[in-house]
T-cell receptor
Framework: GQQVMQIPQYQHVQEGEDFTTYCNSS?????IQWYKQRPGGHPVFLIQ?????EVKKQKRLTFQFGEAKKNSSLHITATQTTDVGTYFC?????????FGPGTSLSVIP | EADIYQTPRYLVIGTGKKITLECSQT?????MYWYQQDPGMELHLIHY???????EKGDLSSESTVSRIRTEHFPLTLESARPSHTSQYLC?????????????FGPGTRLTVL
């Protein structure tokens, strides 16, 4: 189907530990987007990856797009309590944006 | 910060009432979307629009309807609300092709049907 899958569904980490969420598709993606949704908030766009093997960094966040353009990852180094929320990957399909189920991150101070 | 607005932010109503959730954006985006999201769960696309007078059903079947008479306005209507409609409804608009194609979300409407 058109779905993108994400693992893990939930992750609890101690503050200062690293965190990674993975996004997988059965079909080749033209691009992959990542969004963050804080508890009680709305999704906010973080980044879009387009090229095979692309790596982009935003401060402590590192985003990767797989060589085959079927998977992507988001890695957070040294998590902080401000990183709490749900991280969604999303793919574009024609004029729709299809979201993965999300990974919910909890950070224990 | 994106200029996309939703009203009301919170709504508690009784079963059988007709309600309209408002969504407006001032960015001139042609593409607009409605998502339904239960707390902590994934986003389900229920309606989208390519532009004025264009509406399409999304991937999740919904008893709601939408209209797009003006570019900036994309209201969602429930003719007869039921407890199963209790959820958060998120409106979004999208940057045109050629740029990042990112979606901007409104703050959402939390609907509770008693």
């Amino acid at each position: 189907g058109q779905q993108v899958m994400q693992i893990p569904q939930y992750q609890h980490v101690q503050e200062g530990e690293d965190f990674t969420t993975y996004c997988n598709s059965s079909t080749t993606l033209s691009n992959i987007q990542w969004y963050k949704q804080r508890p009680g908030g709305h999704p906010v766009f973080l980044i879009q990856l387009v090229k095979s093997g692309e790596v982009k960094k935003q401060k402590r966040l590192t985003f990767q797009f797989g060589e085959a353009k079927k998977n992507s990852s988001l890695h957070i180094t040294a998590t902080q309590t401000t990183d709490v929320g749900t991280y969604f990957c999303a793919k574009t399909s024609y004029d729709k944006v299809i979201f993965g189920p999300g990974t919910s991150l909890s950070v224990i101070p | 910060e994106a200029d996309i607005y939703q009203t009301p932010r919170y709504l508690v109503i009784g079963t059988g009432k007709k309600i309209t959730l408002e969504c407006s954006q001032t960015m001139g985006h042609d593409k607009m979307y409605w998502y339904q999201q239960d707390p902590g769960m994934e986003l389900h696309l229920i309606h989208y629009s390519y532009g004025v007078n264009s509406t399409e059903k999304g991937d999740l079947s919904s008893e709601s309807t939408v209209s797009r008479i003006r570019t900036e306005h994309f209201p969602l209507t429930l003719e007869s609300a039921r407890p199963s409609h209790t959820s958060q409804y998120l409106c979004a608009s999208r940057v045109p092709r050629g740029s990042y194609n990112e979606q901007f979300f409104g703050p959402g409407t939390r609907l509770t049907v008693l």
